[in-house]
């Protein structure tokens, strides 16, 4: 008998450096609570979009542009992004993968971050700034799901690439990379400590 894993989805995680995460993040937890104290239009448009949260996606999404610190987070950021694009086996000859859009996003209590992908991007992550003990991670779904019209349940304790949902860990210090098609959500925060993080997208030029 032969079987073959055909069609892989690829998910990248690592330590976005070796020394210098509690002070980076430290820096960075500075700036976003201030971000958010001075964006009135960041605080309306969560508002409308995040009830309860404060994301700057709608108001200020390049922050590797405005910013000397989250410039630091795309340099660090960079050699990621090439490990991940190997082992994707992209073939980027000629181009390259740039940072297109950076945000800062503050969860709450009770605050989620509903089911969505990345349109118009390629790659897509997230690096998590401040994670306390019980808050929740990115919770992964499978892109096959909508097709497995007559697919028995999957084993509770099946492996990883065997579940319909994979729930990764938020780790302060941690970047999560993914293809954008990928879609995911944040399950609601169950701890009274803000979940605190940065995302972006690359995209292919």
């Known amino acids: ?64 542009l405005a910013s000397p610190t989250f410039a630091a987070l795309e340099r660090l950021l960079a050699r990621h992004v090439r490990a991940y694009s190997r082992a994707l086996g992209l073939d980027l ?37 401040r994670t306390p003990a019980g808050s929740p991670g990115i919770k992964l779904e499978d892109p096959r799901l909508d097709r497995m019209m007559a697919a028995p349940p999957r084993r509770e304790r099946g492996r990883n690439d065997h579940r319909p949902w994979v729930v990764l860990p938020a780790t302060a210090g941690r970047v999560v990379l993914f293809e954008s098609w990928l879609r995911h959500e944040v399950p609601p925060n169950l701890v009274r400590t ?11 030029f």
């Not at 820096?27 to 700057?56: C, F, H, M, V």
């Not at 000859?93 to 089911?115: E, Q, Y």
Request: hydrophobic share 35%; aromatic share 12%; charged share 15%.
């Open 1 to 64: 008998m032969t079987t073959h894993t055909l069609f892989p989805t690829i998910v990248y995680a690592a330590a976005l450096q070796p020394r210098g995460a509690k002070a980076f993040n430290a820096q960075l937890l500075r700036e976003i609570r201030q971000l958010r104290a001075d964006d009135a239009a960041g605080r309306r448009w969560s508002e409308r979009n995040y009830p309860g949260g404060y994301t700057s996606y709608g108001s200020a999404s390049r922050m590797h």
């Open 93 to 129: 000859t000629g181009r390259k993968l740039s940072m297109t859009d950076c945000w800062a996003n503050i969860m709450p209590f009770h605050v989620a971050h509903g089911l969505h992908l990345h349109p118009l991007s390629t790659i897509s992550g997230t690096y998590y700034v």
């Open 194 to 204: 803000d979940r605190i993080s940065v995302s972006f997208n690359y995209s292919w």
